[in-house]
C-alpha cells in the first residue's frame, strides 16, 4: 500500500509522510525528555551558551589532529553548516601549536553545476569557506599538507571514498538540514521503484560518495540560510559523503544550535534514533544502526513545539 504523499513536495519523500504518532510523540518531548533519549551507542549532550557550544565543536577537530602520527595518520571530516566552529580551530592550532603534518580533512560536500563540483572560485563554495575561515588562518608552519584535505569533486568520487579506508576518520561531524540529513544525503524523489515507498534502510546504506539531486526543502534551507532567500541562485545539485562513508568513521557528531532546523525537526531525529526507528524518507533516522552517534544541541534552541503567534 502506498504511504501519504508528502505535504511538502509530493514528488519527494520527506519527513510529512510518517505515521502521524510518530510525529506527534517527537513534537511533545520536553528539553529533558530529549536529554533522556541517550542510549548506549547514541548520546545526547546539552550546551547552555554557544560559546561552550562552538568551542566544544572545534575541540573535536583539535582532538582529531592531535592524534595523528606518521603510522597511523588520523583526521575529521567537517560540515560548511555549522561553520561558526571553523575560525575556533585555526585559532587553537595556532595557540597551542599544533602540527597538522599527520593530520587530514575531509569536507563532506560541494555544489554541482552542469554535472561537475562548482570552483572554489564559486561564491557558494564549501572548499573556498573551509579554506578562508579555518585553513588560511593556520600558520603555514603548522598546516597540514594539501595532500591531507580531501574535498569531495565529481571527477574524483573513488579517490575520495577510498580515502577513508587508508586513513583513520575519527569523527564525522555534521550539522542537521530542514530534510533531516546529513551532509547532503537527502530523501529520495518518489518515481521508479520508490513511487509507494521510500528506499530500504539496506538500499540506502549502500551509497558511497555520489552526485545528488537536492530535496525542494534543501533548496529553500540553503536559499534561507546562505544566499538571502534567492532560491533560483542555488545549485540543484551537489556531490557528497554517503553512508558508506559515514560508517567508516568511528564517532558521528551531529552539532545543532537551532539555525539550520526547528525546535520539531531537533527532536524528531533525535527521537527515531533513540528508539531505533529507521525510515530513509528521515535520513538521519538511519544513524540509529551506527554504533557511536553524538547529538550536541545548543539547549535554549530546542524552545518547545507549540502553537504561537507573532
Known amino acids: 500500500m502506498s504511504r501519504k504523499k508528502s505535504m511538502l513536495a509530493e514528488n519527494w519523500w520527506d519527513y510529512t509522510t510518517l505515521d502521524e504518532q510518530i510525529l506527534k510523540d517527537a513534537a511533545q518531548l520536553t528539553p529533558k525528555d530529549v536529554l533522556e533519549l541517550s542510549r548506549p551507542?547514541?548520546?545526547?549532550?546539552?550546551?547552555?551558551?554557544?560559546?561552550?557550544?562552538?568551542?566544544?565543536?572545534?575541540?573535536?577537530?583539535i582532538h582529531a589532529w592531535k592524534q595523528a602520527t606518521p603510522s597511523r595518520p588520523s583526521g575529521i571530516c567537517g560540515p560548511i553548516g555549522p561553520t561558526e566552529q571553523l575560525?575556533?580551530?585555526?585559532?587553537?592550532?595556532?595557540?597551542?601549536?599544533?602540527?597538522?603534518?599527520?593530520?587530514?580533512?575531509?569536507?563532506?560536500?560541494?555544489?554541482?553545476?552542469?554535472?561537475k563540483h562548482v570552483p572554489e572560485t564559486h561564491p557558494l563554495s564549501f572548499a573556498r569557506a573551509d579554506r578562508e575561515l579555518c585553513f588560511d588562518r593556520i600558520k603555514p608552519e603548522l598546516r597540514m599538507p594539501e595532500e591531507n584535505i580531501h574535498f569531495p569533486k565529481t571527477d574524483s568520487l573513488d579517490d575520495?571514498?577510498?580515502?577513508?579506508?587508508?586513513?583513520?576518520?575519527?569523527?564525522?561531524?555534521?550539522?542537521?538540514?530542514?530534510?533531516?540529513?546529513?551532509?547532503?544525503?537527502?530523501?529520495?524523489?518518489?518515481?521508479?521503484e520508490y513511487t509507494d515507498q521510500p528506499p530500504s534502510a539496506e538500499d540506502f546504506r549502500r551509497l558511497a560518495?555520489?552526485?545528488?539531486?537536492?530535496?525542494?526543502?534543501?533548496?529553500?534551507?540553503?536559499?534561507?540560510?546562505?544566499?538571502?532567500?534567492?532560491?533560483?541562485g542555488v545549485p540543484t545539485q551537489a556531490v557528497t559523503v554517503g553512508p558508506?562513508?559515514?560508517w567508516k568513521a568511528e564517532k558521528v557528531s551531529i552539532w545543532q544550535a537551532g539555525t539550520h532546523d526547528n525546535p520539531f525537526g531537533m527532536r524528531l531525529t533525535a527521537f527515531m534514533i533513540s528508539k531505533r526507528i529507521v525510515d530513509t524518507s528521515v535520513p538521519m533516522s538511519?544513524?540509529?544502526?551506527?554504533?557511536?552517534?553524538?547529538?550536541?544541541?545548543?539547549?535554549?534552541?530546542?524552545?518547545?513545539?507549540?502553537?504561537e503567534m507573532h
Open 87 to 115: 575560525p575556533l580551530v585555526a585559532e587553537l592550532v595556532n595557540s597551542l601549536d599544533i602540527s597538522l603534518k599527520n593530520a587530514h580533512f575531509w569536507g563532506m560536500d560541494e555544489w554541482v553545476v552542469n554535472g
Open 41 to 61: 551507542g547514541f548520546k545526547v549532550v546539552f550546551y547552555e551558551t554557544l560559546e561552550s557550544f562552538y568551542l566544544a565543536e572545534a575541540l573535536e577537530y
Open 244 to 246: 558508506v562513508e559515514t
Open 160 to 192: 575520495y571514498s577510498s580515502s577513508f579506508d587508508d586513513v583513520r576518520c575519527l569523527t564525522m561531524q555534521g550539522g542537521q538540514g530542514d530534510v533531516k540529513h546529513w551532509a547532503f544525503n537527502d530523501p529520495f524523489k518518489r518515481q521508479g
Open 209 to 232: 560518495t555520489r552526485v545528488v539531486d537536492l530535496h525542494p526543502i534543501t533548496l529553500m534551507q540553503n536559499a534561507r540560510t546562505s544566499g538571502g532567500g534567492y532560491v533560483v
Open 286 to 307: 538511519l544513524l540509529a544502526e551506527h554504533p557511536n552517534v553524538v547529538f550536541n544541541y545548543y539547549r535554549p534552541a530546542l524552545k518547545s513545539v507549540e502553537t
